[in-house]
Structures are given as C-alpha cells and as structure tokens.
C-alpha cells in the first residue's frame, strides 16, 4: 500500500509541473514571444538604421576607415593602377568617394550592426552560463533567446534593406559618374588629337599625350590626371590642392613634367599643338645657320601677317637672341658640338585665329648623321612631323668646279662639306627604319641652302626658285638618286631654295623660312600666303 502512494503522489507531481509548464508556457512564454519577438525585430530594425545613418555621418564613435591617398599608393585602397603595366607609382590623390569609400561605409555599416547582435549574444550567454543547473523554469530562457534571435533577425533583414537601397541610389550616380567621366576622357583625347598635341620633352626627347603635372602646394608628380577613380572633375592631391583633371585643362593650369625623366616642360605641353622638325645634312652644309636665320624670318613672317612668335624658354629666347645678333652682324655660324644633340629651339606661335602651337626645331652635329652607329640616340627623329635635309650646292663636283672657273681660286668659296647629303640622308633614312619609323607618313623639306652665294655662278638667268625648278637643279646637278629616293620614302617632298640669311617678307622668294612654314602649313598652321610655298598634297 505505502508504494501505490509513492508512486500516485510521484504522478501526481509529474502531473503538476506538466500543467505548470503548459500554463507557463500559454501565459508566459507565447505572450512573451508574441511580444517581444516584434519588439526585437523592431528593435534590429531601428538599430541597423542608426548604424547606417551614424556611419554615413561619421559620427565619432562610428565613424569608418577613411581610404586615403597613402593607401591608394600602397595598394591597399582596392582600386587598379592608374597607368597599368608601366614603372609609374600610383599618384598620391584621395580616391573619389563612388570608387573605394562607399564600400568601405556599407562594410563598416554591416560590421557595426553585426558588432552590436554579437554583444546581445554574448551576454546572454554569459548570463544563462552563470546559472548552476536548469531547474523547472528553463522553457522561459527560450524568451530571451528568441528575443535576440528577433533582434538579429531584424539587424540582418534591415541590413539587407539599406544595403539594397543604398546600391539603388548609387547606381543612377554611378552611371552618371562613369559616363562624365569617360565623356571627358574623350573629349579629351579627341581634343589632343585634333590639334595634333602632344608634349616633347627637350632633354630626353620622349613624346607622351599624357605628361606628368606637378601638385603647385607640395610639389607631388602626379602621373595620370585623367578623369577616372581619383576624380572626374577634380583630382585632390593628399595634400588637399584640388588639381583640374583633363591633360587640356591642367596643361594650362599646373607645372607640366617629363614622365620619363621628370625634366619641366613648356606650359601647354600636350594641350597646343606640337610640331616637331628635325634638320639634318651633312658636317658644315648650314644646318646651324638656316635654323638661326629662318627663326629670325619666322618671326618677321608672323609679325606681317598679324600673328605671334615668343621663345618657350630661356634657353630658346638666348638662341633667338644669338641668332639676331649673328645674322644683324653678319658673322659665322659657330659649329655644333658633336657630343651630344642639343636640346632644340623651341618657339610658340599664335596665328591672327588665336591658333597656338609649339614649334621644335632640332639641331645636331652633321658627324652624328655619318654612320648608322652614331645616330641612335637621336629618338626626336622618330617622332618628327617633318624633316628638313640640307643641301650645300657647294659640295656637288659640277658646282665646285663652276665656282673654281667664275672665282679662280678655292680659297673664295665657301668651305666644301665632309660628306655628300645623299650619304647623310641614306643612313638617316636607314636609321628611321631601323627603329621603324613609317616614313611614308612624314614630309621632306631638302633645303638648297647659300642661294646669296650662288649669285655670281652661271646658272639659268630665267630660274625661279620653285619647288619644280630647284627639284630638276638637283636632278641636273647629279643628284637625281636622292630625289627619287626621298620621293620613294616619303609621302611628299618639296624643294627650296633659300638664302642663309635674315630675309625681309618682302623677299620672301628666298626666305629661310620657307620650308618651316610649308611644314607648319602641312600640321595646320599657316603664317603666309598659300602662293609662296605651294599646297601640299
């Protein structure tokens, strides 16, 4: 009888604590999960939206990682190189805000969010852990938990929520972003093209549409100033300077360098157009001299026809100034150093239509024009717009031998060159196609230079000097394989014949000027009436 007891009350007290937990589970644990589950919800939902808008704000104790110009240099920014695949460092500038921050506030976003569920959690667990054993309440743990799992929940769908948001309301700035952006890349390069601008470098000789340009506040080489991840409008140093993007605008704003050798070039390098033209001949033909009076001539011309030559740099101003005095006192031309090639002479011009261009005219030591070996370093060859030969009628046998009758004496003539230009244009022409230079694209200007001197020979008192007349002189006068070869190379030839001196406009028959002009003509700019050099094809 006393075990049917123990065992009714032991039923009797299963029976209990099941009615219990039922009713605590009717009263107390749904009321409380019908009630605090939406109220967790509601809670995740409230906390990821301060989350976000505290971290968009950058609120102090919210604030997220900046991405800065140290790590667009170090790598670490996740953007692509500027100039992928060259040497050049990526350039010191702050990142636009829709090409690395924006993810790193939505990450920071998520992590804050995500930060504060971990805590809930945490705490919880740490709470139910200090507990010693579960007793009969244990079904009630299950309203915390669900409460955190609620508010988890509501972190995570809220989280999902912005982000969606967020990326719609990128996406309509992104398009815009990159189509600004790509638009002025083009307008851009479609400028260059036009104009026919690049940047040519005086020392190295390198020729790039896209220089480098010098911060004004710290002095920091930026290498790409394109529209692109570090600013459409605007590319902001590291140091805070705001530089203009566009090679056209900043060309006319900032410190231009050589990206190769980081030598200053002219202001505009790679917005105006460039004309480069190298003159070469044999030792002593002239090269020198007809440099030195055609920009004399030049600027006369301009001056005339109501446009504008200035020097582009100290250097160019002094050989201006060389070159007047020279020419006003009629002496001798210095002979070039054979070391090295100078740097060129470089004048810019502005037409009467406010055209400008920059005019490069290089000059090098006929010995470098000898031999194949001695005239690879001369790159600017390869870059030339036009070239100019230089032709001493006094190194051809049949004139030498005119001048020794009409004079008497060699001594009275001009002193004869070392070599032929058939040799010098030969080895020249080898030299562009070694380095593969399409010639056929290029223009050539062979200059018959010491017309003034010519004067007292018997030549054909009915000559003019047109390009046909001076072309069949030098057919006459043995020089017929160079004229069909240089008509075979090149695109197109044209013949002067001009007088190694300051020639006014008014004689301009005879101008040093005249093949510089014809090959300005050619790249766009013309300083004299079309009938004194001729159109080209």
Known sequence: ???????????????????????????????????????????????????????????????????????????????????????????????????????????????????????????????????????????????????????????????????????????????GWLLLGSTLRSVDALTQRTRGATASCPRCFYITTLPSFECPSCHRIHHDIRPGRLGVMWHRCGCGWRLPTMVVRAA???????????????????????????????????????????????????????SDLSCIDDDSQQAFQDATELLRRGADTARTPASQAPPPVTVQLTTSRRHRAVLHLFDASGDLYSARESNAELEYLDHAQG???????????????????????????????????????????????????????QRLAIAVVKADLLADLPVPEDMRPTPDNVRAWLIDNSLDHLVLTAERDFSEVRYFLVASQDQPVADAELSPALPFLWLLRCSGIALSPKHLIGEHK
């Open 1 to 175: 009888m006393f075990f049917v007891v123990v065992i009714l009350a032991f039923l009797l007290a299963i029976a209990a604590y099941t009615a219990f937990c039922g009713l605590a589970v009717l009263f107390v644990l749904l009321p409380g999960l019908v009630l605090l589950v939406p109220l967790g919800v509601a809670a995740g939902v409230a906390l990821a939206g301060v989350t976000a808008v505290a971290t968009l704000l950058g609120l102090k104790s919210w604030r997220p990682r900046t991405v800065g110009p140290d790590e667009v240099v170090q790598g670490t920014a996740g953007l692509s190189d500027p100039r992928s695949g060259t040497h050049f460092d990526r350039d010191w500038a702050w990142p636009s805000y829709l090409a690395a921050q924006w993810l790193v506030d939505l990450k920071s976003a998520w992590s804050k969010g995500r930060e504060a569920t971990d805590a809930s959690w945490e705490h919880l667990n740490n709470a139910v852990g200090r507990l010693s054993h579960p007793g009969w309440w244990w079904p009630l743990l299950a309203v915390p938990y669900a409460a955190c799992a609620a508010l988890t929940i509501g972190v995570t769908a809220a989280g999902a929520l912005l982000t969606v948001i967020h990326l719609l309301v990128l996406f309509p700035i992104w398009m």
């Open 252 to 306: 006319q704003q900032l410190p231009v360098r050589c990206p190769r050798c980081e030598s200053t070039l002219y202001k505009g390098a790679a917005a105006l157009t460039d004309v480069r033209v190298p003159v070469f001949g044999p030792t002593s033909a002239g090269k020198t001299r007809l440099i030195a009076a055609g920009l004399v001539a030049l600027s006369a011309t301009a001056t005339a026809s109501g």
């Open 387 to 441: 070239m100019v030969l230089v032709v001493d009628p006094f190194s051809l046998p049949s004139l030498r031998q005119q001048s020794v009758g009409t004079r008497g004496s060699l001594l009275t003539v001009p002193k004869p060159v070392a070599a032929d230009p058939e040799q010098t244009y030969q080895v020249t022409a080898q030299r562009l196609r070694d380095f593969g230079v399409t010639t056929s694209h």
